[in-house]
């Protein structure tokens, strides 16, 4: 870090604005923006009455458009200059906060473990917050599962969705057709979605980069598409519904017990309330997500593990180096979707009802979103974007009408100020000096 | 360059290969062979197929014709019969690339234990005996470090173990790079143009670490070189290709005098009519 910050100070000659050039180029960036909004924004049809359409005109908007535009593009151009200003003075505040961050790194886990353990119980706490709570943490897992494949492999997967679908279709027939638990069904449905994992591994492994990313979206949509149209297994567009809820080492968590059974509330003699499914849901979503967390952590720290990011830096050494690409590729697509497919599987017993709807390919780039905004390979960066993009929109739903620009303007501002991500630092797997004070 | 009284062990022998893109022959009819405990050179001008000979060694080409074999333990490997990646383990064969490849988000130290991927993942028994962190697996990970510690004191790259590789100077990722590959435990380091971009200081320092290596551990070495100072002073035996083809194979002293070798590194026509000082300069002794 210290040589990152030591080599920029040092190449850094502070250039004098050159404004002539700059506003040329902001111009040129409004003419752009005046370009596509004429047709975007200034233009709008609507219903004149008996069928017909007429074009209302909205130049004002346009100009808006212009001007936002030429502002916001000089103010990106002369904002980089102020970056370095502040490496000469130090880091600047989200730098600083990252750093700070790596310090305390064990510390702040823990505070977060406490906190996620504790929220249900918090005087502030109500189950819309713990259902909110439950959603942020499939994403969360969805995301560590991902970044094994992404972050640490290298592999860029734009079709995660189908190994969360494969995981949830799996639990949604084994219920419906041979009466299995969530229990039960959880082992299979990672299994199932882990098997998916290497049948889509086996035809990219030739492929990297934009050729890869291709293919897995190819084959996202193709698990949707299969879902869709083989009504006779999958339901179709109406889905499976009646999908059981999990239970607490058997008991159910509802009102009353089918023949002969307890439910939670009676065996431990307190009052029914629809409150503890929920809160149980969101304990076992937290507890899978530690688990996918210890496993990623572990295994990173395996030669697995080292052999995944060892492909990401470079394929031809590691064939040199007598690593099979093949095996090492496909354990990352196995692994990574095996969370997939767990968090399929909660997913599915969570809503109780699973239609392809739910697997559409904004969920893959969400997914996605939440692995690169975080920093990739970075798991408290997963947890972070995670929350960011999850409760967002959530906060935004008072105005709703600019719900979308909000989540544009801030995932550019995130790829201007930190295109490393959120978090980018990455802890050696081991080390052969003294821990230095920062990582503790 | 070495007097050694023992009979030289065959470790490479090359047979006949042949390797041909399209109409382009870049090897043509090549036989060599490479003995344990000496250090071979091959030289040529650019494009006389060294590189590729070394692709067809580690797998990453196949030969159009002609057999490569390994001698080990009295076993004879037929090179161009095991895939690509295996023969790094079963033959034993490392090596570097003219164009450093490290690992470079990875620190040093992770380099050399990449290295020893196939040893340490049969004893995490496919993760399982690492994810459980069985003392088995630790023994083996504690092997590894040693063995990593090792190559780093002699690449005087220890200080720096914990750097991201990519933040090495580029003379030091150039010996992190023979590290890695020697923490394979090779019977034949295949080293790609080791000296490129290196100081003259840098180079007489490689030239020291590739001979301690030889007497050390007793592998054989192949390189390719195009700095003649390090070709000269420390090879034992020296190939010169051009055009793919073979022209002069023998000692340093041998391949300096040979016309033929004049002749592909000057060019017929020149050869003649040679400046005084040029042709000095040939004869003069490059260490």
Redesign the interface.
């Given at each position: 870090m210290t040589?990152a910050s030591g080599l920029a100070v040092d190449n850094v000659a502070q250039p004098s604005i050159i404004w002539p050039a700059l506003l040329k180029d902001a111009l040129l960036a409004a003419f752009v923006a005046v370009l596509l909004a004429v047709p975007l924004v200034g233009l709008q049809t609507y219903d004149i009455g008996g069928g017909a359409l007429g074009i209302r005109t909205h130049f004002d908007w346009v100009g808006f458009a212009a001007v936002g535009v030429f502002a916001g593009r000089l103010a990106l151009r002369l904002l980089p200059r102020t970056h370095r200003q502040h490496e000469r003075r130090g880091r600047w505040a989200f730098g600083r906060l990252a750093a700070w961050g790596n310090r305390r790194a064990r510390a702040i886990t823990l505070a977060g473990i406490v906190f996620a353990v504790a929220l249900p119980f918090l005087p502030f706490s109500s189950r819309y917050l713990v259902d909110l709570g439950t959603t942020v943490l499939i994403y969360v897992m969805l995301g560590w599962g991902l970044n094994v494949v992404v972050g640490l492999a290298g592999l860029l997967d734009l079709g995660y969705v189908a190994f969360y679908a494969v995981g949830a279709y799996t639990f949604g027939l084994l219920a419906s057709d041979l009466g299995f638990t969530f229990w039960k069904a959880l082992p299979f449905s990672g299994l199932v979605a882990a098997s998916f994992g290497v049948i889509l591994g086996f035809p990219v492994l030739r492929l990297r980069g934009d050729y890869l990313a291709i293919v897995t979206l190819g084959f996202g949509e193709i698990i949707r598409i299969v879902l869709l149209n083989w009504a006779p297994v999958t339901g179709g567009p109406n889905g499976i519904g009646g999908i059981p809820r999990p239970s607490f080492f058997g008991l159910p968590l509802s009102r009353s017990a089918p023949e002969g059974g307890t439910t939670f509330h009676q065996f431990f003699g307190v009052e029914f309330s629809p409150d503890q499914r929920v809160i149980f849901l969101y304990f076992v979503i937290l507890a899978m997500a530690l688990v996918t967390n210890l496993?990623t952590l572990?295994?990173r720290k395996?030669?697995?593990g080292?052999?995944w990011?060892?492909l990401?830096?470079?394929e031809?050494?590691?064939?040199?180096?007598?690593?099979?690409?093949t095996t090492v590729k496909l354990s990352a697509f196995a692994i990574g979707a095996m969370f997939g497919g767990f968090a399929g599987c909660f997913f599915a017993t969570r809503q109780g009802f699973i239609s392809p709807e739910s697997f559409t390919f904004i969920e893959s780039a969400t997914i996605l979103a939440i692995v690169v905004l975080g920093g990739m390979g970075s798991q408290m960066g997963v947890v972070l974007a995670a929350i960011l993009l999850v409760t967002l929109p959530e906060f935004g739903r008072a105005f709703a009408e600019f719900r979308m620009l909000i989540f544009g303007a801030a995932m550019i501002g995130v790829m201007v100020w930190r295109p490393q991500g959120l978090i980018a630092h990455?802890e050696?797997?081991?080390?052969?000096?003294p821990q230095p004070a920062s990582a503790r | 360059m070495t007097e050694t009284a023992e009979p030289r062990v065959p470790l490479l022998t090359v047979e006949r290969l042949t390797m041909r893109f399209g109409g382009l022959i870049a090897i043509d009819d090549l036989s060599f062979t490479a003995y344990r405990g000496e250090i071979s050179a091959i030289i040529g001008p650019n494009g006389a197929g060294k590189t590729t000979v070394f692709n067809c060694l580690t797998g990453f080409y196949r030969p159009s014709a002609g057999q490569l074999a390994m001698h080990l333990d009295g076993e004879i490997l037929p090179l161009e019969r095991i895939a690509g990646f295996r023969i790094g383990r079963r033959a034993r064969i490392a090596r570097t690339f003219q164009n450093i490849r490290l690992f470079a988000g990875m620190t040093v130290l992770e380099n050399l234990i990449v290295a020893q991927h196939n040893p340490l993942m049969a004893a995490s028994a496919f993760s399982i005996a690492g994810l459980l962190g069985l003392p088995r697996y630790r023994a083996a990970e504690r092997e590894a470090i040693e063995r990593a510690r090792h190559w780093l004191e002699r690449t005087g790259l220890t200080d720096r173990a914990d750097w991201p590789a990519g933040a090495l100077p580029y003379g030091a990722q150039r010996r992190l790079e023979i590290a890695r590959a020697l923490c394979t435990g090779p019977a034949l380091l295949c080293l790609d143009e080791p000296a490129a971009g290196l100081n003259p200081r840098e180079s007489a320092e490689l030239n020291d670490l590739l001979l301690a290596i030889r007497a050390e551990e007793g592998i054989g070495i192949l390189l390719i070189e195009h700095d003649m100072s390090v070709v000269m002073g420390i090879s034992d035996h020296v190939i010169v290709l051009d055009y793919g083809r073979k022209i002069a194979d023998g000692t340093p002293a041998e391949v300096r005098a040979d016309p033929e070798v004049i002749k592909a590194y000057l060019g017929e026509e020149e050869l003649d009519n040679l400046p005084e000082e040029v042709a000095a300069d040939l004869e003069a002794p490059q260490t």
């Open positions: 040589v496993f572990r295994i395996l030669p697995v080292r052999a990011e060892a990401r830096e470079d031809i050494a590691c064939r040199a180096l007598g690593i099979n690409p990455r050696p797997t081991l080390r052969l000096g | -």
